[in-house]
């Protein structure tokens, strides 16, 4: 398999006519400014340096809203990665903008560009977050523009916010599920923060506002992941980017961040689908120890952020459990062993993600 490649190119705010209530695109993305065109070759050129020539090359504008920026500054970003594109060094092109900038026009002018793929910065889907974040569109904009997308054959992408002013466990799983139905090639994930210098911190300092816990985060954001990994949408990111400047003392006021949050969303379904399997492997008299054997690559989410998960079934269960990898076991799914050799049960991923469908169909 050829190895993907992003080079990201952060535009923060550009174009941007809004100033939601989370965003101080400053801090997050770019200290040190604006990227002109002319700086855009220069970044291509450090890391295709280090990109091997098989790897599949993809040039990312993130940060802003890419197609709300006048469409003559747009060309020239776009331009300087034409010749890229143009000698085989670079796949296709990404960006990420608003739901209420998506037209015909535009994703004709976009098609013409080598972009290939549109991420939309959809946060919610449900009117009154939106409203309360000031996001400055509503749900039907959002379907507008994923079907326009898809129909002009992007391949499509939603970003999602949990722990926005007036959102619920409830709107959060419905976001999930509504997004599924819109068939997103991809998903990020992303827990609301409260950053130094937004109408969100003003919020929190006055107690309008309060925080997700890391915990309650993370397992929204599991029910999430599950439901996507059920109609088999990839989700390529949870959580913010630990960014330099995001570890800056005073910018991150309050909420989930954590450094690995995805890696602790995915220990959180191991740690779920184990106590399934358990639940349905064990007689209730077993005292001994139980063996999980995963895939190799799933060992440190099986075992949990220090230890996490082993003392949960300790603790919470009563049950001594040991991991040892396996590459016998598929990605994602759990093995039960009673002797650690023997794999005498397992449960599949796609066995325990029917009971998600009922999440989306309640």
Known sequence: MRRHVNIPVFVPHLGCPFNCIFCNQKKIAAPNGVVSPEEVSRIIDEHLATVSDDAVVEVA?????????????????????????????????????????????????????????????????????????????????VFKACHL?????????????????????????????????????MVRIYPTLVISGTRLEKMLISGEY??????????????????FNYYDIEVIRMGLQPSEELRSEGVVRAGPFHPAFGELVEQEVFRRQGEKLLSEGLNLSYKG??????????????????????DFYRKELGIKVKVKPCPLIDPDDIGMSFDGERIDKILSRTSFLQ???????S
């Open 61 to 141: 504008f993130f940060g802003g809203s890419f197609t709300a920026i006048e469409q003559e500054l747009q060309e020239a970003y776009l331009a300087r990665v034409a010749p890229y594109i143009e000698k085989g060094r670079v796949k296709s092109i990404r960006i990420s903008t608003r739901p209420d900038f998506i037209n015909h026009e535009i994703l004709s002018f976009l098609k013409f560009w080598h972009v290939e793929t549109i991420e939309l910065g959809v946060q919610s889907l449900y009117d009154e977050v939106l409203k309360a974040s000031c996001r400055g569109y509503r749900v039907c904009d």
């Open 149 to 185: 997308i898809k129909e002009y054959g992007f391949k499509l992408g939603i970003q999602l916010m949990i722990g926005l002013p007036e959102d619920t466990y409830e709107r959060s799983q419905g976001s999930a599920c509504i997004a599924a139905q819109l068939k997103p090639d």
């Open 210 to 227: 309060q925080p997700l816990a890391l915990e309650k985060a993370v397992a929204i954001s599991a029910d999430m992941f599950l439901i």
């Open 289 to 310: 120890e139980v063996v999980f054997l995963v895939n190799p690559r799933d060992v440190s989410k099986m075992v949990g952020y220090k230890r996490e998960n082993i």
């Open 355 to 361: 009971d998600v469908q009922r999440i989306c169909h």
